[in-house]
Structure formats: C-alpha cells, structure tokens
Antibody, heavy 118, light 107 residues
Framework: EVQLVETGGGLIQPGGSLRLSCAAS????????MNWVRQAPGKGLEWVSV???????YYADSVKGRFTISRDNSKNTLYLQMNSLRAEDTAVYYC????????????WGQGTLVTVSS | DIQMTQSPSTLSASVGDRVTITCRAS??????LAWYQQKPGKGPKILIY???SLESGVPSRFSGSGSGTEFTLTISSLQPDDFATYSC?????????FGRGTKLEIK
C-alpha cells in the first residue's frame, strides 16, 4: 500500500529555515516524480517543486532560490529545504506522487503545517 | 502561468442532486486536466485525470468532460460522502496550477 507521511512543520520566524520530510512506503521515491504542493489558509493549492526520477528538479517562481527539493533513496524519503522563509510561505505542505510522464498526482500525504511568524 | 478559474466557489446541494462544477483555463490545455476531492485535514484525492478518465476505485457517479479551455466535473447523484471541496489542476505545462476550489455543502 502506498503511503506518504510528512513531518517537520512548525512555527518559524521570518528569515528562518526549516526542512520538511516525506517518508514514502509501498514504492521507491526514485522511480516516480515526487512533488511538494502547498495550501495557504483559506486558499487554493499551489504547486511548489518536483524532482523527477532522473534527478532533475523544477520550482515555482515564488520559491526559486530559497527552497531545495531532494531525496534520499536509502531512506526512501523526500525532502524540502526551505530557507529565507517569509510570512507568505505559511501553508500546509503536502508531498504528492506523480506517475512518470503523467501530470496528475495519484497519492498525497496528510500534510504538515508551516507557520512563518514573529 | 496558466490561470485556472473555478466556479462556483461554494455550492449547496442535497443528497441525490446532480451537480456540476466548472473549470476554465486561461489558454488551451488540451485534455491535460485533473479533478481532486479534499476533505478537512486530509490531502487531496484524485478523481479524474486527462479530463474524463475515472481513477480506479472512484465511483461512477463522478464524471469529467471538456477540452481546450472549458471543463466540467459532474456528480450524478450526490451521496453523503461527497460533501467536500473539489479542485481542478492543469498539467499542460509547468508550473502546474490549480483552481481555487469549490466547497460542496449540504443544503
């Protein structure tokens, strides 16, 4: 059974850093495209970043240069390193699996809340 | 970026009703559209991909249609479990973008 479990969220001051983790089970993270998608309070979903099975990465303009997506194949875990955090980064962050060469997300985690506030 | 405009933002309906939610893209996305259902405190669940393909395990009362810039999600006969928020997503090009969601409420 496919499962995605996010951890690492919390309250952080503006300008701070945080690393989110997404532990996967039931498949290998390096065999699929793995994404981070966020949802600010009362807002719609916003795609943040993807790492393809070949290791290539892409980012939304709103996080480019501040966030880094990566994976650890030995731990079957996806990460999102978030630096220079801003109030507008406050959101629930979901990891989501994307089948190779498709565009939709077939499995999602339950999300982890990141709150950027002083 | 491709903008996705969803309507209505809120929809009140009763069990057994037929409901339709609309999603419009700011430019043609062919059939590269997905629909998701989301319940409070949970991640979204895929319902429809490629505009009209039903994900395995999703009840047949859900259907999708459209191509180009206009798409619809239809629930043929609402069940109690269907009251949730529904969102569309385009995957024609990066960055993938979503509609703002339609909250389906019990009338």
């Amino acid at each position: 059974e496919v499962q995605l479990v996010e951890t690492g969220g919390g309250l952080i001051q503006p300008g701070g850093s945080l690393r989110l983790s997404c532990a996967a089970s039931g498949f290998n993270v390096n065999s699929k495209y793995m994404n981070w998608v966020r949802q600010a309070p009362g807002k719609g979903l916003e795609w943040v970043s993807v790492i393809h099975s070949d290791g290539s990465t892409y980012y939304a303009d709103s996080v480019k240069g501040r966030f880094t997506i990566s994976r650890d194949n030995s731990k079957n875990t996806l990460y999102l390193q978030m630096n220079s955090l801003r109030a507008e980064d406050t959101a629930v962050y979901y990891c989501a699996r994307q089948l190779t060469n498709s565009g939709w997300f077939d499995y999602w985690g339950q999300g982890t809340l990141v709150t950027v506030s002083s | 970026d491709i903008q996705m405009t969803q309507s209505p933002s809120t929809l009140s309906a009763s069990v057994g009703d037929r409901v339709t939610i609309t999603c419009r893209a700011s430019q043609s996305i062919k059939s590269w559209l997905a629909w998701y259902q989301q319940k409070p405190g949970k991640g979204p669940k895929i319902l429809i991909y490629k505009a009209s393909s039903l994900e395995s395990g999703v009840p047949s009362r859900f259907s999708g249609s459209g191509s180009g810039t206009e798409f619809t999600l239809t629930i043929s006969s609402l069940q109690p479990d269907d009251f949730a928020t529904y969102s569309c997503q385009q995957y024609n090009s990066y960055p993938f973008t979503f509609g703002r969601g339609t909250k389906l409420e019990i009338k």
